[in-house]
């Protein structure tokens, strides 16, 4: 099993930055690659980024890329996420997932374990 925490969530303007982050604990942390999702009221859960267990490999969402920033302290048992200029289409409540896996993917339903999601509301 492996519980997942995220903190960081909040409100900001447009423009702004918040930096999510998720602490895992119970299994080895570095045998799980690691992603981001998000759900904003009414919408299906999308896939924001993800990250391999050895931090080499990221993957972005075409609406985040080059504005979102994943990366992940295996040492430390955490991953984040950096997110500057932020917009209103961001706000949502964002989930850490983890997968006991090499390879990382796109597909809620591919990863295993879930965090209690983190509020982040961007206003105009």
């Known amino acids: 099993q492996v519980q997942l925490v995220e903190s960081g969530g909040g409100l900001v303007q447009a423009g702004g930055s918040l930096r999510l982050s998720c602490v895992a604990s119970g299994r080895t942390f570095s045998n799980y690659a690691m992603g981001w999702f998000r759900q904003a009221p009414g919408k299906e859960r999308e896939f924001v980024a993800a990250?391999?267990?050895?931090?080499?490999?990221?993957y972005y969402a075409d609406s985040v890329k080059g504005r979102f920033t994943i990366s992940r302290n295996n040492a430390k048992r955490t991953v984040d996420l950096q997110m500057n200029s932020l917009k209103p289409e961001d706000t949502a409540v964002y989930y850490c997932?983890?997968?006991?896996?090499?390879?990382?993917?796109?597909?809620?339903?591919?990863?295993?374990?879930w965090g209690q999601g983190t509020q982040v509301t961007v206003s105009s």
């Open positions: 997932t983890a997968r006991r896996s090499v390879d990382i993917t796109t597909q809620p339903n591919e990863y295993e374990y």
């Open positions: 990250i391999t267990w050895s931090g080499g490999w990221t």
